[in-house]
């Protein structure tokens, strides 16, 4: 019996029925796409079951990228080997014709050549591999006939605390050359938590998505998803969603300080702009930005929170320089509309720039009239962040130059002895005062820093009585 076991398993693997491999993720990787060759940046495809994955974003053509030579193949996990490739013992590429089926082969370094796949043209692919036939269609699609959400690729971002935090991302359909562009960070409500990467984009995914908004705002869009187990401001449901009831000084959520730590990342990159950080969010994910603006203000130049709400004890000078849009909904059952009004009241005492919008008659699903709005996107995309409050403007001109290399930090400037130095968390924490390695030195002086994160800092530097804050990205 155990013999003709063994030949029924040969005979299978002769005539290719033997069931292939099971992989539960399968990435896009290459200089054909945005991710390049990194391989932690790889792009997580969606899952379909039964060994089927798709994707669908920009690839570029052959003679873009990659000294004319822009390709892409498949990753299981974020490690080069094993991959899925094609021709592996022929030297050179495979040039794929839109929609049309090839073979892929799996390939784990062992003998042969590491080829990749590769399209004629720039534009947006709709990829689909059968991991059980070993095929793979990447067709051109028209940019008039996408809708979907596979737009945003699937991403995973690892926080300092070990934790991991789910998210899509959404980038400019072409990026052109010295060009900044805006970053977007859009926070769900509750019924969205887990861990699919999927529920986030229920509100709000297709209005950034559809073609039109992306040609007339290239962004990058970050949606978040919240673990079930936390709640955006607090590291669990509150028992009230009335603002009222919320704590005044409380410790940052994990979620939230997972949230803080994706946006530095992308802080760091150099073609988005700092100056052109916006969040928004619904119902939870409204209440996570009004105090994620409050934790962090210096980073944002608009929040537009809808349904949320906040304690307005915590409404303060310290946000009065964040353009405001608030939405909600005059007929809310569950989160009351009285935390929109009055803390629309509180931002106009600090002087804030400020605008409440409430929808008459309207529930608690209000995010669908905000998202519905034909300004909510030009509103916010028309904003750029206010000079902080405290930064001499006047003689911003005159500021010293300020940049870091090798894990020191130098400053320009045309005094000798030693200046006043600070670094600071955007958040306005003083994280260290620097005394000079060389005070006597004219016109540039270097100190040593600290470690720290990637992310976005402060440096104060006092000079002709003037006091400079100046950005850095380390």
């Not at 399968?26 to 940046?41: M, N, P, R």
Request: proline fraction near 4%; glycine fraction near 10%.
């Amino acid at each position: 019996m155990k013999l003709i076991h063994l030949l029924i398993v040969s005979l299978l693997g002769t005539f290719g029925f033997a069931s292939a491999a099971v992989y539960d993720n399968l990435y896009v990787v290459g200089s054909g796409c945005e991710a390049g060759w990194d391989t932690g940046k790889a792009i997580q495809m969606a899952n379909k079951g039964d060994g089927i994955f798709t994707w669908t974003g920009i690839l570029y053509g052959k003679n873009n990228r990659d000294n004319g030579e822009a390709r892409f193949k498949f990753l299981v996990k974020r490690e080069w080997s094993p991959c899925f490739t094609c021709r592996v013992n022929i030297q050179g590429h495979l040039i794929v014709a839109s929609g049309e089926e090839v073979s892929i082969i799996e390939w784990t370094g062992n003998g042969g050549y590491d080829n990749a796949f590769q399209v004629n043209s720039s534009g947006t692919y709709s990829i689909n591999v059968n991991l059980n036939t070993k095929k793979m269609v990447c067709t051109k699609i028209s940019n008039d006939s996408i809708t979907d959400l596979d737009q945003f690729s699937k991403e995973t971002f690892r926080a300092s605390s070990g934790e991991t935090l789910k998210y899509r991302k959404l980038v400019p359909v072409v990026k052109e050359n010295g060009v900044k562009y805006p970053l977007v960070i859009i926070l769900h409500g509750a019924g969205e938590r887990g861990s699919d990467n999927e529920s986030q984009l229920k509100y709000g995914g297709e209005l950034f998505a559809k073609k039109s908004n992306r040609e007339a705002y290239p962004a990058y869009v970050l949606f978040p998803q919240c673990p079930s187990n936390y709640f955006w401001p607090f590291n669990s449901q509150p028992a009230s969603y009335t603002a009222t009831t919320f704590p005044v000084n409380y410790t940052v959520s994990s979620a939230i300080q997972q949230v803080k730590e994706l946006i530095d990342s992308y802080l760091a990159i150099d073609d988005v702009d700092k100056d052109r950080v916006y969040i928004s969010g619904l119902s939870m994910g409204g209440m996570g930005t009004f105090d994620i603006t409050c934790r962090f203000p210096e980073i944002f130049a608009a929040a537009l929170p809808i349904c949320g709400g906040i304690n307005v004890e915590r409404l303060n000078n310290n946000v009065k320089d964040i353009y405001w849009r608030i939405f909600h909904g005059g007929a809310d059952g569950v989160v009351s509309v009285e935390n929109s009004r009055t803390a629309n009241v509180k931002l106009k005492t600090t002087g804030a720039d400020v605008e409440y919008i409430e929808f008459p008659g309207v529930g608690h699903d209000a995010w669908n009239n905000a998202f519905g709005r034909e300004d909510y996107l030009s509103w916010m995309f028309s904003k750029t962040k206010k000079q902080a409050s405290g930064v001499e403007t006047a003689n911003q001109e005159q500021a010293p130059k300020v940049y870091h290399n090798n894990g020191k930090l130098y400053v320009e400037t045309d005094e000798s002895g030693i200046i006043p130095i600070n670094l600071y968390a955007v958040s306005g924490i003083l994280l260290h005062t620097f005394m000079d390695v060389a005070p006597d030195h004219l016109y540039t002086k270097e100190y040593i820093l600290p470690p720290l994160n990637k992310g976005i800092y402060l440096i104060e530097v006092q000079k002709d009585r003037n006091r400079y804050l100046l950005k850095i990205g380390i």
